[in-house]
C-alpha cells in the first residue's frame, strides 16, 4: 500500500519504518525541518535499538521517505494514520490541538477515498469529532469524497518498539465500515499472516482499550509494590511473592517487578487522563485514583529506606545510576529519577548522576545550575566518596559491575537497588550493604 504517517515521533517513525519494511511505499511527514532532514540522511532523532539500521535499509530501497508538505503526504497514499503526540495540559487530560489540526489538513487534501486512521492515544469519541472536522473541510471546498475513520492505538514499549510493532500481541482496529475494515486487513496482512491475532471493535471500544490496557498495567504495578513494602515489614522476598502469584495463569507474570513504580511518557500520562475522562462521565475512577498515590509514594521508597538505615541525608553523597524511566531509551520524560533527585536535593544531599546514555541533556532540562549535582562520564567516577549508591534504571551496564571496585572507592558501603536487578550476593561479598525493594 501506499502509506502516509503525519507524526515522526516515536510512534509515527516507528511505524512508519516498519511498515516500509513490510514492503509498503511510506512517505513520513513532520513540521520539523531539521528533523526531516536529518531522516532524509538516515539519521535518527530518537534512540531505539534497531530502528536507525531499518531506517537506512528503507530509505535505500526506496520504500521509506520524508517531506514537510502535508498535501504530498496526503495526495500519495490510500491510508493516512495521525501519529502526533497528545501531551497532557493542565487538568491531566489529553490535548487533541494537534489531531484536530492533521484531520483539518487531511479534509484539505484529500482528492479520492482515503482511511484515516488513528494512531494518537485519544479519549474515547476524538475519532467522531475527526471525522466531523474532515467532512467540514471537504464541504468547504465544495466536494464529496467518501472517507472512513479507523482507531488503531499503539502498544509499543520504549526500547523494544520495532519489535512490538513487527511482533505484536495483538492488533486492534476499530472500524465500521466493511471497505474500513477489508482495508485494514490487507495493510496487516503480513502480521495476520504469522498468526497475529487481529481484533476489530467499535472506533469508541478500540479508543478505550489502548487507556485500559495502560491503566491496568499501571494497577499491577502498584499492587506489587503494596505487597512488597508489606513483605519488607513482614520478612519476606516480594520476588517469591511475585513468582508464586504470577504462575497463576489469570494473573500473569509480567508488570509483577517490585520497584519505584512507573514512569515514561505513557502510563502515568494515561492513567491521568482516564481519571480525568472519568470525571466527564461522573465515574469516579478509585481504583485508579489510588494506583496513582501509591506510585507517587513508591518512587521515593530508597530516600525513606536510606533514613530509616542511616538517619538523616543531608549533606550526604548519594550516586544515582540510570537516569532513564527504563533501560534502552533515552527518554527522561516523567522518569522517577527526578522526583528522587529533588527530593534529596531538597533533603541538603550532594548527587552524583550517572547513565548510559549521557547526563549532561538530563541536567541542562531538570537541574541546571544546580551545583550540588554532578554528572559523570563513568559509572565508576560517580561512585568516588559517596556514602551510597541508589540503582533507579536497570540497565544491564549495572548487572556487570565489579562490586569490589566501588566498594574501594565508596566512602559508605549501602547500594540501594530499586529495580531487585542486582545480585545481593555480589554486593555483599564486597563488603556492601545490599537493600532492594520487598526484600529486606
Known amino acids: 500500500m501506499n502509506i502516509a504517517v503525519i507524526g515522526t515521533g516515536y510512534v509515527g517513525l516507528t511505524t512508519g519504518t516498519c511498515f516500509a519494511e513490510m514492503g509498503n511505499q511510506v512517505l513520513c511527514h513532520d513540521i520539523d525541518d531539521k528533523k526531516i532532514s536529518l531522516l532524509k540522511n538516515g539519521g535518527s532523532p530518537i534512540y531505539e535499538p534497531t530502528l536507525d539500521d531499518l531506517i537506512v535499509v528503507n530509505l535505500a530501497a526506496g520504500r521509506l521517505n520524508f517531506t514537510t508538505n502535508i ?5 500519495s497514499a490510500e491510508v493516512v494514520f495521525c501519529a ?62 467518501e472517507f472512513d475513520v479507523v482507531s488503531n492505538p499503539e502498544f509499543l514499549r520504549q526500547g523494544s518498539a520495532v519489535n512490538d510493532t513487527m511482533r505484536p500481541d495483538r492488533i486492534i482496529v476499530g472500524a465500521e465500515s466493511d471497505y474500513a475494515k477489508n482495508q485494514m486487513r490487507n495493510l496487516y496482512k503480513p502480521l495476520i499472516d504469522k498468526g497475529i491475532t487481529l481484533v476489530m471493535t467499535s472506533i469508541k471500544a478500540a479508543e478505550m482499550i489502548k487507556y485500559a490496557a495502560n491503566a491496568f498495567l499501571c494497577t499491577k504495578i502498584s499492587f506489587i509494590n503494596e505487597i512488597s513494602n508489606f513483605c519488607d515489614e513482614a520478612g519476606c522476598d516480594v520476588n517469591e511473592v511475585a513468582r508464586g502469584i504470577g504462575l497463576d495463569k489469570r494473573i500473569g507474570e509480567s508488570f509483577l517487578n517490585a520497584g519505584i513504580g512507573y514512569g515514561g511518557n505513557c502510563l502515568k500520562k494515561d492513567i491521568n487522563a482516564l481519571i480525568a475522562m472519568g470525571v466527564d462521565v461522573e465515574s469516579d475512577m478509585s481504583i485508579l485514583r489510588e494506583v496513582e498515590r501509591v506510585n507517587d509514594h513508591q518512587r521515593l521508597i530508597l530516600v525513606e529506606k536510606f533514613q530509616k538505615t542511616r538517619g538523616s541525608v543531608e549533606g550526604k553523597k548519594i550516586a544515582i545510576f540510570g537516569l532513564t524511566f527504563k533501560p534502552e ?96 550476593s555480589v554486593i555483599e561479598d564486597a563488603g556492601l550493604q545490599y537493600i532492594g525493594v520487598g526484600n529486606s
Open 84 to 145: 502526533v503526540p497528545t501531551p497532557p495540559d493542565e487538568n491531566s487530560r489529553a490535548d487533541l490541538s494537534l489531531v484536530y489540526e492533521v484531520a483539518h489538513e487531511f479534509g484539505r487534501h484529500i482528492n479520492k477515498k482515503k482511511l484515516f486512521i488513528m494512531k494518537s492515544t485519544v479519549p474515547v469519541s476524538t475519532n467522531e469529532k475527526c471525522r466531523e472536522i474532515i467532512q467540514d473541510e471537504i464541504k468547504a471546498r465544495g466536494l464529496q469524497i
Open 71 to 75: 498535501a504530498d503526504a496526503v495526495d
Open 329 to 424: 531509551t533515552d527518554d527522561y520524560r516523567d522518569a522517577p529519577s527526578i522526583d528522587i533527585i529533588r527530593e534529596l536535593l531538597e533533603k541538603g544531599a550532594f548527587v552524583n548522576l550517572y547513565d548510559p546514555l549521557g547526563t549532561e541533556n538530563f541536567i541542562a532540562k531538570y537541574f541546571s545550575n544546580n551545583e550540588k549535582i554532578r554528572g559523570n562520564d563513568s559509572v565508576y567516577d560517580s561512585v568516588i566518596d559517596v556514602d551510597a549508591i541508589m540503582l533507579v534504571t536497570e540497565w544491564k551496564e549495572f548487572q556487570d559491575l565489579d562490586f569490589a571496585k566501588i566498594a574501594r572507592l565508596m566512602k559508605g558501603d549501602l547500594v540501594l537497588d530499586g529495580r531487585n536487578a542486582l545480585q545481593a
